[in-house]
């Protein structure tokens, strides 16, 4: 299997709750823009299912087509990896307007991801740090929290 010695040393949990939030990257274009026709062209270059491909290979982006998930040059790689992800990503749910995500994104819950993947904290307690810090950002968007 793709990965094998790596899959030795390693595992992988389901998420223990509830379903992910989707979210990502997003090409825009404003309605007082002087060059629509050019914008459009590369909007539509930037989210061609070639370049999803070469995005995802070369940088790490994550998928936005669904043509990446199911390419056949990445089973080698990511075996059913990529698989899984994309049934999480089917399954995943809007975030809707959090009045704190900015908080998730500029506040302590990505220091505590950080140090619980690089060893400086204990998984069980980066885990629970990660928890309280995103339980308090919800109650905080009026999101009431077990």
């Known amino acids: 299997p793709a990965n094998e010695e ?6 992988v ?9 989707s979210g990502g990257w997003a090409l825009t274009m404003v309605s007082s823009s002087k060059n629509k026709e050019a914008a459009w062209e590369y909007m539509k270059f930037m989210a061609s299912a070639e ?3 070469f995005f995802f290979r070369e940088y790490g982006k ?14 080698d790689i990511y075996g ?6 994309s049934e999480a990503i089917a ?6 307007k959090i009045s704190t ?7 302590d819950f990505w220091v505590f ?17 990660m928890i309280k810090e995103m339980s308090g950002i919800l109650e905080r968007a009026g999101y009431k929290q077990k």
């Open 113 to 129: 991801a950080n140090q619980t993947m690089n060893g400086q904290l204990e998984a069980r307690e980066g885990a629970k740090m």
């Open 80 to 85: 059913e990896w990529l698989t899984n992800q």
């Open 62 to 75: 994550g998928p936005s087509v669904k043509a990446t998930y199911k390419d056949p040059s990445l089973e």
């Open 6 to 11: 790596i899959r030795k040393n390693t595992g």
């Open 101 to 107: 995500m900015g908080e998730f994104y500029g506040g």
């Open 13 to 21: 949990a389901n998420i223990g709750y509830g379903l992910p939030m």
């Open 51 to 53: 370049n999803d491909l």
């Open 91 to 96: 399954a995943a749910v809007s975030a809707g």
